[in-house]
């Protein structure tokens, strides 16, 4: 099979297009051919080994030769073990774990995929598992008439996360740059910020803050809260998520705020609630564009640069 693969960390032209084996899947995984397989920030950081957690499994190289993680498809083979899937079925899922998606074939665990909706298509359903289950879990605990910002809004997660604190009857602000403010008020941000021009720490005190690009230090971070309010990071620098789990859990302790990292659970439980919502039309997924196996290299780059709005897939 034809798969995107790379031996070293670094820049997107480190990738090559290259025959390897289809792989088999071992008890209780599932083959998947592969329709899409959307692109998050995690496939960019993992190429690059930067920060620091992206080389949790491989320091000094990859431990993973194929990247992508957010896959869909048909299921081609199943190992000993499987019961809730069959070979045709059309499944979805984050594939985190074993990646392997800018391939034409992956393994995953059958416990990461669920059914694909009817109703959406494979590139559409591709963007969900990753991004859904961090707005998901991100935007848990978001209340009507609460205010919360969103920092890194315009991108995978943050979309999603705008619109679901939206649904929650919340007062939302979405933060990212100064060309993806207008896709923010589209998917209903109330009041949007430029994070080149301003910084969201000085404006309001949020009840809520979901930060998906953490890089400030737990003193701005706490400054941005209001009382008995929650600051969540989802990503960011290492640097910044340390000094969150330790001085910004104290710091919040001693201030009335909480102040932590979100580890998101992975699997079906966490994005299928946001596919359903895609489903009904009450959250809309947008596709900013679809790039072939080959433009694996420039999918990556148009990510990295950050010139993506919402999502893009990869459809081998
Ligand atoms: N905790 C967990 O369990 C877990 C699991 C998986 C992934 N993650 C992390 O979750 C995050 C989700 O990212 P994603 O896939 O939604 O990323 P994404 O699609 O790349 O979106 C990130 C957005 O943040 C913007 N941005 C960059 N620097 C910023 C800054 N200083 N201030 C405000 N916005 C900024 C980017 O825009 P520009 O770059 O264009 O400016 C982009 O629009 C990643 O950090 C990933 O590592 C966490």
């Known amino acids: 099979m034809r798969a995107v693969t ?11 297009v290259e025959e390897i084996p289809v792989p088999s899947p071992a008890a209780n995984q599932v083959l998947v051919e592969i329709a899409a397989t959307s692109v998050n920030l995690s496939d960019w950081e993992v190429l690059r080994g930067t920060p620091m957690y992206a080389r949790i499994g491989g320091l000094r190289a990859p431990a993973r030769r194929v990247l992508g993680s957010d896959i869909a498809g048909r299921v081609a083979a199943v190992g000993a073990g499987i019961t809730r899937f069959s070979v045709g079925d059309e ?8 990646m ?11 416990s990461m995929l669920a059914h694909k909706p009817k109703q959406l298509t494979f590139a559409e359903a591709s963007t969900l598992p990753q991004a859904g289950a961090i707005a998901f879990q991100g935007t848990s605990g978001a209340r009507r008439g609460q205010r919360v910002l969103i920092n890194g809004a ?17 007062h939302v602000t979405g933060v990212d740059n100064a060309g993806k403010l207008g896709f923010m008020r589209e998917l209903g941000a109330d009041d949007v910020v430029d994070y080149r021009s301003q910084d969201f720490t000085r404006l309001e005190p949020y009840d809520l803050v979901l930060d998906l690009v953490a890089h ?3 003193f701005a971070y706490r400054r941005a809260l209001a009382p008995g309010g929650r600051y969540l990071c989802v990503g960011g620098t290492t640097r910044a998520l340390l000094r969150v789990v330790t001085v910004g859990a104290a710091l919040g302790r001693l201030t009335g ?5 979100l580890v998101a659970r992975q699997g079906p439980a966490q994005f299928e609630p946001v596919a359903e919502r895609c489903v009904t039309g009450d959250v809309r997924i947008h596709i900013d564009r679809a790039f072939s196996l080959d433009e694996v290299p420039q999918a990556l780059a148009y990510l990295g640069e950050g010139r993506v709005l ?3 897939v990869v459809t081998p």
């Open 310 to 312: 919402g999502k893009i």
């Open 100 to 110: 392997g998606g800018f391939a034409e074939y992956a393994v995953a665990p059958e």
């Open 154 to 170: 315009g991108g995978g997660a943050g979309t999603f996360a705008i619109q679901l604190a939206k649904l929650s009857g919340a």
């Open 216 to 218: 400030r230090s737990v």
């Open 6 to 16: 790379y031996d070293h960390y670094g820049p997107p032209d480190v990738l090559r």
């Open 257 to 261: 705020r909480r102040l932590g990292v």
């Open 91 to 98: 499944v979805y899922g984050d594939n985190l774990g074993l």
